[in-house]
């Protein structure tokens, strides 16, 4: 029998739920990695979280199934994500010490992360 082969691809897929948008990715369990998921964002900021997963994928990929669970990004790494398990998945929540609620935090993540957007 043959093995199928994977692309490698991560994708990420969103679906609208009672509480708001879900984004998670589908291809990090392909390389033995957790899956990332963020639920009850607002639909405004799906585009943005879908950069964010996106930026995380690469550096999780790039550090494989060892990867750290802390990631500092934008140009001065200004924007700190934690990676919390949330079930089967990681999710991104604000580090140690912002006072900001989650809701908050995630809008504050896509205005610094990509400033020209919310112009």
Do not use: C, K
């Not at 969103?14 to 708001?20: I, K, Q, V």
């Not at 999710?91 to 992360?113: I, K, N, Q, Y």
């Amino acid at each position: 029998m043959e093995q199928q082969r994977t692309r490698g691809e991560v994708r990420i897929v969103g679906a609208e739920r009672p509480g708001g948008l879900e984004l998670r990715t589908a291809g990090l369990a392909a390389r033995g990695m957790t899956e990332l998921r963020v639920t009850g964002l607002a639909w405004y900021l799906g585009s943005g979280w879908s950069q964010v997963l996106g930026e995380l994928v690469r550096r999780i990929a790039a550090a494989g199934p060892g990867h750290p669970t802390t990631f500092d990004l934008g140009e001065e790494g200004d924007v700190t994500i934690n990676l919390v398990p949330d079930g089967d998945f990681l999710a991104p929540h604000p580090p140690p010490g912002v006072s900001l609620s989650v809701a908050d935090w995630r809008r504050d993540v896509v205005d610094r992360l990509f400033p020209t957007a919310s112009s």
